[in-house]
């Protein structure tokens, strides 16, 4: 599957920083390019939880936005 910025949230804002929640059926959300869709609105350093395999066994982690350069977003593993 892909990103579904539907899915994406804003939990909290503060002094430049934003944590996020996203929710998806997908197994994993580490892959290339696959948040580059929100490229405009998440910044260096934000935190995504992300609640994955929904429709499976679902999981749930913690995500650091390590960077976003051009419209491409990587995420890692906090």
């Known amino acids: 599957m892909?990103?579904?910025p539907q899915d994406?949230?804003?939990l909290c804002y503060s002094n430049g920083f934003t944590l996020w929640h996203y929710t998806t059926a997908d197994d994993a959300v580490t892959?290339?390019?696959y948040f580059d869709p929100a490229s405009p609105y998440?910044?260096?350093g934000d935190?995504?939880?992300c609640n994955t395999d929904t429709d499976?066994?679902?999981a749930a982690a913690?995500?650091?936005v390590s960077a976003n350069t051009g419209g491409?977003?990587?995420v890692a593993a906090v």
């Open 56 to 58: 499976g066994t679902p």
């Open 72 to 74: 491409a977003v990587t």
């Open 47 to 49: 935190i995504i939880v």
């Open 2 to 4: 892909a990103f579904a």
């Open 8 to 10: 994406l949230s804003v």
């Open 31 to 33: 892959g290339a390019n």
């Open 62 to 64: 913690f995500y650091r």
């Open 42 to 44: 998440v910044r260096l």
